[in-house]
């Protein structure tokens, strides 16, 4: 059987039974980011918000935040209230003027597949000032520190697209 033809799920487990079938980072290579979260995941949707998400109360945590609360995904809040943190003592969390959004169940802009907002895996920040496929207009050290948390920036990717901020690379 080719691996071509199994789902991702059935990959990642025919890898974990049977390493013959091919390595993990040959798997890995193969899969997109999505396929990575429906593996994690599942599905997003009402089942998948009841699991995996919570209402973020953002200000409580963060009295700078421009937003009071946010739904989001329970692993995603760790990963960014540690970046938060990390921005608030460097002074970098001043450059944040706007929340833009974090749930949002929808297509990824001008693509054909869910956008990890569908999962509320991703957050827009400061949207007007960096649109997509507009210029970026971030501190490089802010960039950098969400890099450091292990958070995927927009502002990396061919599609310039520097307001999106991600638990994973898509």
């Known amino acids: 059987m080719s691996w071509k033809s199994l789902t991702s799920a059935a990959l990642i487990a025919s890898i974990a039974e049977d390493a013959s079938l091919m390595s993990l980072a040959e798997a890995a290579a193969h899969l997109t980011a999505r396929d990575i979260i429906i593996a994690e995941y599942g599905e997003p949707g009402a089942a998948y918000q009841r699991k995996y998400c919570e209402v973020w109360n953002v200000k409580k945590d963060f009295p700078?935040?421009?937003?009071?609360?946010?739904?989001?995904?329970?692993?995603?809040?760790?990963?960014?209230?540690?970046?938060?943190?990390?921005?608030?003592?460097?002074?970098?969390?001043?450059?944040?003027?706007t929340f833009d959004g974090c749930y949002n169940h929808r297509l990824s802009v001008g693509l054909k597949v869910l956008s990890l907002h569908a999962w509320a895996l991703a957050i827009d920040m400061n949207a007007k000032e960096n649109p997509l496929k507009g210029?970026?207009?971030w501190s490089a050290g802010f960039l950098q520190t969400m890099r450091e948390c292990g958070i995927y920036c927009g502002a990396d990717w061919k599609r310039k697209d520097g307001?999106?901020?991600a638990m994973f690379n898509g």
């Open 64 to 97: 700078w935040f421009p937003a009071d609360k946010m739904l989001i995904n329970k692993d995603f809040k760790k990963v960014l209230g540690v970046a938060f943190r990390k921005l608030q003592e460097r002074g970098q969390h001043t450059e944040i003027k």
């Open 135 to 137: 210029a970026v207009r």
């Open 163 to 165: 307001m999106h901020f």
